[in-house]
Nanobody, 127 residues
Framework: QVQLVESGGGLVQAGGSLRLSCAAS????????MGWFRQAPGKEREFVAA????????YYADSVKGRFTISRDNTKNTVSLQMNSLKPEDTADYYC????????????????????WGQGTQVTVSS
């Protein structure tokens, strides 16, 4: 089992940057594929980015490709989301999620595929 805690959210102007972090408990962090999702008011939670346990494969939603970068440090049990060129439509609560994956070589994009979720961190992008 793993517990996830996000941080790094805040208010930023359009075109600015933010870096979200997610700290995970436990000693087997590398066995978890990790993902970031977001949920805007009145909308469903949507996939943003994912990374494999070994950190050698990542995948992005089209809406953030080229602007966001997901990374992880398995020695520190953290996964990060660097968000550049932010737009007002990026405003949402951002959640990190984890799924146990023994292969270390897979990523997951489905909300229902993940077993563990953080409480979320709010990102607001002003125009």
């Amino acid at each position: 089992q793993v517990q996830l805690v996000e941080s790094g959210g805040g208010l930023v102007q359009a075109g600015g940057s933010l870096r979200l972090s997610c700290a995970a408990s436990g000693r087997t962090f590398s066995m978890y594929a990790m993902g970031w999702f977001r949920q805007a008011p009145g909308k469903e939670r949507e996939f943003v980015a994912a990374i494999s346990g070994r950190a050698d494969i990542s995948y992005y939603a089209d809406s953030v490709k080229g602007r966001f970068t997901i990374s992880r440090d398995n020695t520190k049990n953290t996964v990060s989301l660097q968000m550049n060129s932010l737009k007002p439509e990026d405003t949402a609560d951002y959640y990190c999620a984890g799924k146990l994956d023994y292969s270390g070589q897979k990523y997951y994009t489905g909300r229902g595929q993940y077993d563990y979720w953080g409480q979320g961190t709010q990102v607001t992008v002003s125009s």
